[in-house]
């Protein structure tokens, strides 16, 4: 037997050790004997060892901190990444019916365009589900934008074939919108009980006098209140909702100021998933001094996770503490895709409306450009096994970084927010969970 090279260990200012590994993303308080164990697995014979000591090898072999010497950690990994990225047996569609919004939010990065998709651009979507269906177990849509519910009757109409088609061929439908929830009404509510989108994403940039400056109708007026109001209509139709909150350098003091209004308006169950706002396209390169770097993103991202916490906000799994990747996202696996109303397929959200971003188009799946298909294979081909990611002991849960910057920088690493700060984020970890498991005692 041999240690993993993705164990981090820790030891705290009390004495206290922790043993982290980034292959399983166990967390474990361990003792000297554990360590012992690591720095002698070599050339221990566990048939000699006492009965704890084996107990003890065991669970270490379980949290994966120590492993066979057969298993090569990176050929394992490898592994892992291509069944991620080359399953047929989901597919994941995110549908834009239209690029306008009624917001004109100051960090938005699409470039609006007032146009509805078309019945044939649907039937291109239909046409598209059906190619695969066969090889299907589940569907699974993303409702997106520009705003999707300007696009309403697209969407409930669309959403009907669809899942009179996963019926058709047993695929399991799942449905999620991501909104800005400033159109929900009782009917629209019912209408997305009927197309089985029973889960949503509203942005609420901060308190109201906050998130008017953000998240600004056409009109120039504020939507917080509005907002507000339909979060709750959702929630009484048990249609879950997860508040994003965009984070920058301009509304993160204000955060647990939103926390408590939340937590006064009963809104405590609801899931709160903060974003850093990056100017990733020339639409949103104006708002590009008021954005986080990574690092000072991860480091308030700490103290964003202990405020949730405070105020009784569930924050204690991803994106709060790591979670293990097979690959990085929906861009870079061959079985999902983003639409916009043209009918152009895209890898990436960042790209919709960027035509020459293209990898396709449902109006000509008959008749791919072989340049389409080259720009589908380099996002899928994206490869984290190189560079200075090969030798990084977080590489299973960050898997190279964001496709999309990875390619629009050349860079073979784009690091995500647990390199920096990590030994932080484990400390708390271990502090809250160790607080929470005394209470209940």
């Known amino acids: 037997m041999k240690k993993s090279k993705y164990n981090i260990i820790n030891e705290l200012e009390n004495g206290v050790k922790l043993a982290f590994n980034s292959s399983s993303c166990a967390l474990a308080e361990v003792e000297d004997d554990f360590i012992n164990i690591l720095d002698e697995i ?12 084996k107990e003890l090898v065991e669970d270490m072999k379980k949290g994966n ?27 994941g569609l995110t549908i834009a019916p239209t690029l306008f919004c009624n917001f004109k939010c100051p960090y938005c990065y699409e470039t609006p365009q007032n146009e509805q998709m078309s019945e044939e651009v649907q039937n291109g979507i239909i046409e598209l589900v059906k190619e695969n269906a066969k090889y299907l177990g ?4 993303t409702w997106y934008g520009g705003e999707p519910l300007i696009g309403k009757d697209v969407v409930f109409a669309l959403s009907a074939k669809l899942i009179d088609l996963c019926k058709e061929n047993g695929i399991e439908y ?13 009917q629209v509510v019912e209408k997305m009980k009927e197309a089985q989108i029973m889960s949503c994403q509203i942005t609420v940039d901060g308190p109201e006098r906050i998130h008017n400056t953000r998240r600004i109708l056409k009109d120039g007026t504020g939507s917080f209140n509005q907002i507000i109001k339909n979060i709750k209509l959702l929630k009484k139709n048990d249609i879950n909702v997860n508040i994003r909150v965009n984070i920058d350098k301009t509304n993160l003091e204000y955060v647990e100021e939103l926390l ?28 590009a001094g008021n954005c986080l770097s990574t ?25 709060y503490y790591p979670g293990i990747k097979s690959n990085y996202c929906c861009a870079d696996q061959i079985n999902s895709f983003v639409v916009d ?18 990898v396709g188009n449902v109006l000509r799946l008959k008749d791919p450009k072989v340049e389409e298909t080259m720009r ?44 920096y700060h990590f030994n932080e984020m484990i400390k708390y970890t271990y502090e809250y969970k160790s607080l929470k498991e005394k209470e209940c005692v």
């Not at 589940?138 to 849509?141: A, E, F, G, K, N």
């Not at 799942?174 to 009782?186: C, I, K, P, R």
């Not at 152009?344 to 020459?356: A, D, L, P, R, V």
């Open 65 to 91: 901190f120590i492993i066979e010497d057969c298993v090569d950690e990176i050929e394992q990994l490898k592994f892992i990444n291509k069944r991620g990225k080359y399953s047929n047996n989901s597919f």
């Open 376 to 419: 589908s294979i380099k996002w899928v081909e994206v490869n984290p096994f190189e560079g200075e990611c090969l030798s990084c002991n977080l590489l299973p849960i960050c898997m190279g970084g964001c496709p999309y910057m990875k390619l629009k920088d050349g860079k073979s690493a784009n690091c995500e927010k647990w390199k």
């Open 138 to 141: 589940d569907l699974s849509v």
């Open 260 to 287: 408590t209004f939340l937590e006064e308006n009963g809104l405590q169950d609801l899931h709160i998933n903060f974003g850093q706002v990056t100017a990733y396209t020339e639409a949103c390169s104006s708002i």
């Open 174 to 186: 799942s449905a999620f919108m991501v909104t800005n929830g400033y159109l929900v009404t009782e």
């Open 341 to 358: 109303p043209k009918g152009f397929i895209y890898k990436c959200w960042n790209n919709i409306g960027s035509e020459e971003d293209a």
């Open 295 to 319: 690092k000072e993103y991860s480091s308030a991202n700490i103290n964003l996770q202990k405020l949730l916490h405070k105020h009784g906000f569930n924050a204690d799994d991803y994106p």
């Open 42 to 53: 070599e050339t221990i014979d566990v048939n000699t060892l006492s009965p704890e000591r």
